[in-house]
């Protein structure tokens, strides 16, 4: 990945991936989730902070408690078309009320989706080779309105309006 993107700014990753032979050595990992369900009592005993890959085929709600205490959990989109880690991350942040990083890995992550993502609950974007960082940055303030609820709560003016108009009354 050439770039990352933390809550709007770009950021030096400080997850180093972690290869199926290898230890943490005291630095934050990423694991996949098959490997932290296999070695999650060897991973946390090694101190080192560790995050999870989830594949989009994942059931966050039969997970979670595996995963709740995670600093930061990574979603795959592999394909545009697969809109199924979008619902992992609205259900991370709605249902869990998870407050560590969310991290969109994969080819799907793409300019035009990052501001969906960004309402979806993801708050971090691993961006290929191929992206300009700039480019990306500004599609996360595309839209300044929103008329429906979602994971970043974002302020929704016609509520407001609404909710004024029936206090009138």
């Not at 300019?111 to 961006?127: E, K, P, T, V, Y």
Request: hydrophobic fraction near 45%; include cysteine; glycine fraction near 6%.
């Amino acid at each position: 990945m050439s770039a990352l993107i933390i809550d709007g700014r770009v950021a030096a990753d400080a997850y180093v991936e972690l290869a199926d032979d290898q230890t943490p050595a005291g630095t934050p990992c990423i694991v996949p989730l098959a490997r932290w369900l296999e070695q999650r009592e060897a991973l946390q005993a090694s101190g080192a902070p560790i995050a999870v890959r989830l594949p989009n085929t994942a059931e966050v709600g039969t997970i979670w408690p595996l995963l709740e205490d995670r600093p930061m959990i990574e979603l795959d989109f592999p394909t545009f078309a697969d809109g199924r880690a979008y619902s992992q991350a609205r259900v991370l942040r709605d249902r869990y009320d998870y407050k560590g990083e969310i991290r969109a890995r994969g080819g799907a992550v793409v300019r035009d989706q990052l501001h969906n993502m960004l309402r979806s609950g993801i708050n971090a974007f691993a961006l290929r080779d191929d992206q300009d960082v700039d480019t990306c940055l500004t599609a996360l303030s595309d839209f300044d309105l929103a008329y429906q609820p979602a994971a970043d709560r974002s302020d929704m003016p016609i509520v407001g309006r609404l909710r004024r108009r029936h206090a009138a009354v």
